[in-house]
């Protein structure tokens, strides 16, 4: 049972916000789905779960179109940012009454666990919505999602507003449900090195568009940071793909990318290091082109 969106292109005033996008989450993995602002991370969760119609293309779990599909849309969790101002409409709801009407529509919700999490966060359930911090509607998210029991759940910006501590928490009760569950989560976030080691599968949009789509170590396996003195650099990586140069003095740093049956020289007189998923985003995503050296 797979959820899969093909060729997903979304316009908003004019402007294609996703391009062509096709994807698929397959059961019992963690996702992590990242991208710059504005990359549409938001947007393409959104429609993955039906909460937003897509100008073309289509979104299918387990074969199954979830548009309109209650069927479909019951295995299906998108938790996302809370917003407690007075124009969200919710912002008067207490939070145990916005946890109960959730309750209501996920079949499986696991209240042990709610209270659980309502005991570990110190959250105030009697208390307004709006009257809650920006941290505390965080963890009210992170309960909806881990409690909704679906098999395919979906969270945005989760650590938004939350300290290291309860951040920490989060990973591990993530982990800890994975472990007991087999569920399939697809996580976005900013936090990229925090999160890493709990992605086994990545997602990395780019304007609109899907620039990498595979197992993250695989991924990682593609590249590398080579540095040293600028001509030594340049001579070791001649012929490949390079991204986000840097340089002081006679000094430079490359991350490149490597193609089946490519290496780095190491012949010269460079240091060549494994890249962590954040340097390997900022090389793909950050300031500058890309360049074959």
Known sequence: ????????????????????????????????????????????????????????????????????????????????????????????MKVKEYLRIAATYYEHWDKALEKKLVDLFQLDVKKKIGKQSKGMLSMVTIILALCSKAPYTLLDEPVAGLDVVAREQFYKLLLDEYTATGRTFVISTHIIEEAAPLLEEIVILHEGRVLVEGNTQAFLETMAYVSGKDTEVDAATAGLEVHHAETLGRSKGVTVFLRPGQRVDESYDVTVQPVSLQQAFVALCGEGEKHEA
């Open 1 to 92: 049972m797979s959820l899969k969106c093909e060729h997903i292109v979304k316009t908003y005033g004019g402007k294609d916000v996703l391009q062509n996008v096709s994807v698929e989450f397959q059961p019992g993995k963690i996702y992590g789905l990242i991208g710059r602002n504005g990359a549409g991370k938001t947007t393409l969760l959104s429609i993955l779960t039906a909460q937003n119609p897509a100008t073309a293309g289509t979104v299918t779990l387990d074969g199954e179109k979830v548009w309109e599909n209650r069927r479909a849309l019951e295995k299906l969790c998108f938790s996302r940012e809370i917003s407690g101002s007075a124009e969200s409409g919710i912002s008067a």
